[in-house]
C-alpha cells in the first residue's frame, strides 16, 4: 500500500490534473490553485507559460498541472493548435515547466528519465554550427528574457526541445515533428499566473493533454 500516486515505470509521481474542458474559467480557475500553492511567499510558484501574443490562427487547448496538498505543484503544462508552419495540416504545441525530478516534459517527449539535464550537458559542449556534431537552438522570449531550447531525445512522432528559465525546467514539444519550426519564429512566452489576456482564443482540448501522448 502507498499513499502517494505512482507510475509502474517511474514510482512515486505528482498527481496529473488535466481539466477535460478549456475556456476562460478553467484558466481562472487553475491560476486560482497554483496561486494559492505559493507558500511561503519566498518560495516560487510554478510558471504557467502560454505564447501570447498567440500565432496567426493558433488557440489555447488545455491548461493542467502536476501536484497535490502534500507536496504543492511542482509542474504545470500548457496546450496550443493551429496550422503547421510548414504546412500540411494542424499542429500541436505543448509548453511545461516544472521543478527538477518531476519528468513530466520527457514523458510528453515520449522518453525515460525526469530530467534532460545529461543531455543539455552534452548541448552545452557544442562545438559550433560549422561542426557535424552541433546541436542547434530555438532562441524564443520568455518573459522579456532571450532563452535558449536545445532539441532533445523525443519519439519520431515528434519534436522536443528544453532548457531553463525561472530556475526550472522548460519543454517545449511539438506534433507532428516538423512544427517544432515554430519556435524559430518570434515566439514569446507569457506567465498566465500574472495575467490572463481577455483576447486568447479557445479551441478543441488537446488530445496530448487528455492522454493521447
Sequence with gaps: ?????????????????VPRNIGAEIVASVVDRLA?????????GVPLW???????????TGVAYAGDD???IRATAVACAGPAPLGGGPADLLFVAEEPGV????RFAGTTGPDPGPELVEALRDPGPRHPGHRSTAKIKVAGHPTPLWVVESRDDRSAYAGEARGMWLHAIA????????????????DL???????????????????RA
Design 1 to 17: 500500500m502507498h499513499s502517494e500516486s505512482r507510475c509502474l515505470a517511474c514510482g512515486p509521481v505528482p498527481p496529473f490534473h
Design 36 to 44: 494559492a500553492d505559493v507558500d511561503p511567499p519566498s518560495r516560487p
Design 50 to 60: 502560454c505564447p501570447w501574443p498567440l500565432p496567426a490562427g493558433w488557440t489555447l
Design 70 to 72: 502534500r507536496g504543492g
Design 103 to 106: 519528468g513530466l516534459g520527457t
Design 175 to 190: 506534433w507532428p515533428a516538423s512544427a517544432g519550426h515554430l519556435l524559430a519564429e518570434d515566439v514569446v512566452l507569457h
Design 193 to 211: 499566473t500574472e495575467w490572463t489576456p481577455p483576447e486568447l482564443v479557445y479551441g478543441a482540448p488537446s488530445p496530448y493533454l487528455q492522454g
